[in-house]
């Protein structure tokens, strides 16, 4: 397997997924043989960001895109939102590291979805810093200020908050992968491959 993880407390369901009986997370580990559609990387962050802002405002909200390291391999962790497919309310979050080499690239993703009565981190949010009436709730992407994606960026997706709301799924996949990144260790083929260069793969 290409990246090796701590997975105590999930259950394996195939070669790629795991699943936690208690909650639902998920957690996936691929390799493709493609290189990264990206046309910037991590040679030109802001860029990066920009252009995966407006890709996920498709259908959801990036939070954050992060350059990361894990098992000595650079990479870069998405952190995103979106609504649950097919459900009339809730959202899922997934936070993704993708790992990208000249020919190939490898993404591991963890992802969680809210139960029961949504929305409480928000509302605890908002009461928290005053703005009962939501002025002041939403902002402005920081990656592309101008964006209007079909989830809002907000004030209550701040890490800052995790602490004080573990159990919520933003929280724990930003705490899963903070453990991967850590703790996982990476095939050292695929570490020495040559790394992935937007320009060279245009």
Not at 93 to 119: D, P, R, Y
Not at 125 to 144: F, I, R, S
Not at 186 to 192: E, G, M, R, S
């Amino acid at each position: 397997m290409v990246v090796t993880f701590d997975s105590t407390g999930f259950q394996r369901v195939d070669e790629t997924t795991w699943l936690h009986p208690a909650n639902g997370d998920r957690i996936s580990v691929k390799l493709k043989n493609t290189p990264l559609a990206e046309s910037a990387w991590l040679e030109d962050i802001p860029t990066m960001r920009r252009n995966l802002a407006f890709e996920y405002a498709r259908f959801g909200c990036l939070i954050e895109a992060e350059p990361v390291v894990l098992g000595g391999v650079r990479g870069v962790c998405q952190v995103m939102k979106a609504q649950i497919p097919n459900a009339p309310s809730g959202q899922v979050f997934m936070a993704s590291i993708f790992l990208a080499k000249a020919g190939c690239h490898a993404m591991v993703s963890c992802s969680a979805e809210e139960t029961g009565i949504t929305g409480a981190r928000e509302v605890t949010v908002m009461v928290k810093l005053g703005l009962v009436h939501g002025d002041g709730w939403v902002l402005p992407h920081p990656y592309a200020p101008e964006l209007q994606g079909a989830l809002p960026f907000h004030r209550g997706d701040d890490p800052a908050w995790d602490a004080q709301f573990p159990d919520h799924p933003l929280s724990r996949v930003r705490a899963r992968v903070g453990s991967m990144l850590a703790t996982a260790t990476v095939d050292p083929a695929f570490a020495a491959l040559p790394d992935f260069v937007p320009s060279s793969n245009r």
